[in-house]
C-alpha cells in the first residue's frame, strides 16, 4: 500500500516564523503535490513537483516555497507566516501527474 | 476559478437511501475522478472515469460521465452511516498540465 505521511498532525507557529512542513512517500512516485483546504473553497493546489529538484507553481504560490531534493520527499516552507496562512494542509503523490493521487493525513496549521 | 463544481454542497439522506452526487466541469478532461475526505483526515481515491468511458462501477459506487455536458454523477448505493464524509471530483483539464483541479466537495450525511 501507498503511503504519504505528513510531519505533523497539528502544528501552532506565531505571525513571521519560518514554517516547514515535510511529507514523505514509500512508492517511488515522481509526482508530489501540495494542497491546502479551506472551508467552502475545496483543495487549492499551491505547488506540485514532477521530479527531483523540479518545481511548478500551481493556484496559490504566494507565500509559499518547496523543496524537493529527494525523490520520496516533498517540503512545503512558509518564509514568514502570516495569519491567513491558518490553513489544513495536504500532501500527495502519485506515479503521473493526472493519475490516482494518494493522500497523506493532512496538517492543520494555525498561525497566531 | 474551479474546474470542478460538485452539487448539492451538502446532502443528508438515511441509511439504506442512496445518495446521488454531481460533479460540473468547464474544459475537455482526459479522466475524472472521485475522492472521499472523512473529517479531518486526507483524501482517498474511489475511482476514475476516463473521457471514451460512460459508466464505471466499484462495490456500492456507479459513476458516470457525460462528457457532451461536461458532467459526471457518483451514486452510492444502500448507504451507511460509515458513508458519511465529503466527497470530491477531480479532473484534468486538457490545458492544465501535469496535475488535477477539484470541486468544492459534496458533505454527505447519512443518518442511522
Known amino acids: 500500500d501507498v503511503k504519504v505521511t505528513q510531519s505533523s498532525r497539528y502544528l501552532v507557529k506565531r505571525t513571521g516564523e519560518k514554517v516547514f512542513l515535510e511529507c514523505v512517500q514509500d512508492m517511488d512516485h515522481e509526482n508530489m503535490f501540495w494542497y491546502r483546504q479551506d472551508p467552502g473553497l475545496g483543495l487549492r493546489l499551491i505547488y506540485f513537483?514532477?521530479?527531483?529538484?523540479?518545481?511548478e507553481k500551481g493556484d496559490i504560490p504566494e507565500g509559499y516555497s518547496v523543496s524537493r531534493e529527494k525523490k520520496e520527499r516533498f517540503s512545503l516552507i512558509l518564509e514568514s507566516a502570516s495569519t491567513n496562512q491558518t490553513s489544513m494542509y495536504l500532501c500527495a503523490s502519485s506515479f503521473g501527474g493526472i493519475d490516482e493521487q494518494f493522500f497523506g493525513p493532512g496538517t492543520r496549521l494555525t498561525v497566531l | 476559478s474551479q474546474q470542478g463544481e460538485e452539487d448539492p454542497q451538502a446532502l443528508s439522506i438515511q441509511e439504506g437511501e442512496n445518495a446521488t452526487m454531481n460533479c460540473s466541469y468547464k474544459?475537455?478532461?482526459?479522466?475524472l475522478q472521485w475522492y472521499r475526505q472523512n473529517s479531518g483526515r486526507g483524501l482517498v481515491h474511489l475511482i476514475l472515469?476516463?473521457?471514451?468511458?460512460r459508466e464505471k462501477h466499484s462495490g456500492r459506487l456507479r459513476v458516470t460521465l457525460d462528457t457532451s455536458k461536461k458532467s459526471s454523477s457518483l451514486l452510492i448505493t444502500a448507504s451507511r452511516a460509515a458513508d458519511t464524509a465529503s466527497y470530491f471530483c477531480?479532473?484534468?483539464?486538457?490545458?492544465?498540465?501535469?496535475?488535477?483541479?477539484f470541486g468544492g466537495g459534496t458533505r454527505l450525511m447519512v443518518k442511522p
Open positions: 472515469i476516463r473521457s471514451n468511458e
Open positions: 477531480a479532473t484534468d483539464a486538457n490545458n492544465a498540465g501535469n496535475m488535477l483541479t
Open positions: 513537483s514532477y521530479d527531483v529538484k523540479m518545481k
Open positions: 474544459t475537455s478532461i482526459n479522466n
